[in-house]
């Protein structure tokens, strides 16, 4: 284990005195990424928890989401789709467990464009999109 000054902690595999492999950092501020690293950077696959309880996990580039992923709020919403640069980007679904239906959407930049229509089934989830 690695501690850094400022409380947050690291548990994994360094390269060069870089953080580099799997390995799982913890912030001070309790939020945790665990993951793949390269160079310091959240790079490949991983879980990233807040302290709150939202969760991501999914894909990062350049410590940011980045192609697929699945996104999760404490209050039971999830978002699973593609991110570009950190937000959500194309085609993604939505769920709401008030209305306990997944909806289906385009993304740009991180804000919905629009509801897409679908009779199809998510194998997924077994619910309608």
Not at 41 to 67: A, C, I, L, Q
Not at 106 to 126: A, F, H, L, Q
């Amino acid at each position: 284990m690695f501690a850094f000054p400022d409380g947050a902690f690291y548990i994994g595999n360094f390269k060069d005195n870089d953080i580099n492999g799997e390995g799982i950092y913890t912030f001070s501020d309790k939020r945790k990424y665990e993951g793949s690293w390269v160079n310091n950077r959240m790079e490949g696959k991983g879980v990233y928890t807040w302290s709150d309880g939202r969760k991501y996990e999914g894909e990062y580039v350049n410590d940011k989401k980045e192609g697929y992923g699945i996104f999760t709020w404490p209050n039971g919403k999830i978002y699973k789709g593609y991110w570009k640069n950190g937000k959500q980007e194309g085609e993604g679904q939505f769920y709401t467990p008030s209305d306990k239906k997944w909806k289906k959407g385009i993304w740009k930049e991180g804000k919905r464009i629009k509801w897409i229509e679908s009779d199809e089934k998510d194998s997924d989830t077994n619910n309608f999109l």
